[in-house]
Nanobody, 124 residues
Framework: QVQLVESGGGLVQAGGSLRLSCAAS????????MGWFRQAPGKEREFVAA????????YYGDSVKGRFTISRDNAKNTVYLHMNSLKLEDTAVYYC?????????????????WGQGTQVTVAS
C-alpha cells in the first residue's frame, strides 16, 4: 500500500515557475514508477510526465516537453515536477500516481495509487 500526498501548488504568473512535490509513504517507493497527471475543468485527465523506478528514464507529454522536468529522490520517498515557463493552459489540478508497471504509469488510466491533487493556477 502506498499513500501519495502532493504539495507545492499555487498561483503563479504566466512565464513563472513552480515545483510540485509528491511524498510517498512506505518503504518500497523505489519499486514504483511514478507519474504526474493533470486535469483542467471540463477536460479529461492528461498525462504530464513519468519517471522510472531508478530515476534513470523519463517521459513527457508533448504539451510540457522542454518546460517541465520530473525527478525523484528515493531516499526521501519523493517525486518532483519542476515547471518552468508556465502558460495559462497549464492551469489544472495536478496528481501524482504510482504503479510497479511503467506502461501503466505512462498510460495513466490504470495506476494503482493516486494522490489527492494540488491546484496550479497560472494567471496572466
Amino acid at each position: 500500500q502506498v499513500q501519495l500526498v502532493e504539495s507545492g501548488g499555487g498561483l503563479v504568473q504566466a512565464g513563472g515557475s513552480l515545483r510540485l512535490s509528491c511524498a510517498a509513504s512506505g518503504r518500497t517507493f523505489s519499486s514504483y514508477s511514478m507519474g504526474w497527471f493533470r486535469q483542467a475543468p471540463g477536460k479529461e485527465r492528461e498525462f504530464v510526465a513519468a519517471i522510472t523506478r531508478s530515476g534513470g528514464g523519463t517521459y513527457y507529454g508533448d504539451s510540457v516537453k522542454g518546460r517541465f522536468t520530473i525527478s525523484r529522490d528515493n531516499a526521501k520517498n519523493t517525486v518532483y515536477l519542476h515547471m518552468n515557463s508556465l502558460k495559462l493552459e497549464d492551469t489544472a489540478v495536478y496528481y501524482c500516481a504510482a504503479d510497479v508497471a511503467w506502461s501503466k504509469v505512462v498510460a495513466g488510466t490504470e495506476c494503482d495509487y493516486w494522490g489527492q491533487g494540488t491546484q496550479v493556477t497560472v494567471a496572466s
